[in-house]
């Protein structure tokens, strides 16, 4: 095995990042129901997070964090804090809600704090969804009567770390018509996973939403969007290297464009990808039984697939023809 290979595993077999995913499923709320603040908790805590509630018991309103576990995906009300596919990730039957015109902060807590937000998965709402794409009498349909306009819906993340707002951020577009080709405008209508590794360290993870469509009062489109399953790193950690068979098989092998990989494990696990001198050409959190990797700009030769869970990890060679 090259060199640097063999480091790489030596590295892996001692050092490595636990990670905890945080599911908001430990509430029990019924089935299209929320907590809002109204009773119950005003700080929501699900694996190493912590999301802040503020509710205005005179208004009987609320901003900040909400956990749901809404169904309904045709009313468009504020009332309704539905995703629009009516389940949490994975048809899981809760995911958090937020709301805010300002910001909404995420707290990263005990062994996450101080480390690396993985990623998330993030939706829409059906408020907003559906106001997007069909306009009301307080905001606009986007791209407007030709569906020429150039209407975007954008959410961003920054970290907090020590007290300081990072001026990096990674940005996830929730709605997106500024395309020439009106065919591939969007509107996020599904589960989609929001990789945050480039943010690195964070106390704690800042969201803003921003639009197109803006009034003398702030912004028109409603300011609401879900999250779920946040995969957040725990530090670093002892792993055992397993054989690769008990973790994933992939196919096939050699590969010229794709190769299908496949996880034998009950939970997320981490794929990596390294070239023949050690270099990182492919990272990301497999959350599905089944993925096709696409490794057509992958230059021939031979590579390093690893898969890690939290307590494990295992390797396997590929070759790209």
Do not use: C
Not at 24 to 29: A, D, G, L, N, T
Not at 32 to 38: E, K, Q, R, V, W
Not at 175 to 185: E, L, S
């Amino acid at each position: 095995m090259n060199k640097i290979f063999t480091l790489i595993l030596t590295f892996f077999a001692f050092h490595s990042f636990a990670q905890t995913t945080s599911d908001f499923e430990e509430y029990v709320i019924g089935v299209d129901s929320f907590l809002n603040g109204s009773v119950g908790p005003s700080i929501f805590s699900s694996g190493n997070l912590s999301l802040e509630n503020d509710y205005n018991p005179a208004w009987m309103a609320w901003t900040g964090w909400a956990i749901s576990s809404g169904t309904d995906v045709t009313t468009t009300e504020f009332s309704n804090l539905s995703t629009i596919n009516g389940t949490g990730y994975d048809d899981s039957n809760n995911y958090a809600v937020s709301f805010s015109s300002d910001q909404t902060i995420m707290h990263l807590d005990n062994d996450a704090a101080g480390e690396t937000v993985t990623g998330m998965y993030v939706n829409n709402l059906t408020v907003a969804h559906n106001i997007i794409k069909d306009g009301n009498m307080f905001s606009k349909k986007f791209g407007g009567v030709t569906g020429d306009d150039e209407d975007y819906f954008l959410l961003t993340i920054k970290k907090y770390l020590g007290g300081t707002l990072s001026s990096e951020s990674v940005e996830f577009y929730l709605a997106d018509y500024r395309f020439t080709d009106n065919a591939q405008d969007y509107i996020v209508n599904e589960w989609t996973w929001v990789d945050l590794t480039d943010l690195g360290q964070a106390d704690s993870l800042a969201f803003t939403l921003s639009s197109t469509d803006n009034g003398n009062y702030g912004m028109n489109t409603p300011a609401y969007f879900a999250i779920d399953n946040v995969v957040t790193s725990d530090g670093v950690v002892a792993v055992e290297n397993v054989d690769a068979t008990s973790l994933f098989e992939f196919y096939p092998n050699p590969a010229s464009e794709f190769f299908v990989l496949k996880n034998l494990e009950k939970e997320n696990v981490q794929v990596s990808i390294f070239d023949m001198t050690g270099r990182l050409v492919y990272d990301n959190m497999l959350t599905n039984d089944q993925t096709e990797i696409n490794i057509q700009h992958f230059s021939k030769g031979t590579y390093m697939v690893k898969i890690q869970t939290t307590t494990k990890f295992a390797s396997q060679l590929l070759i790209k023809q």
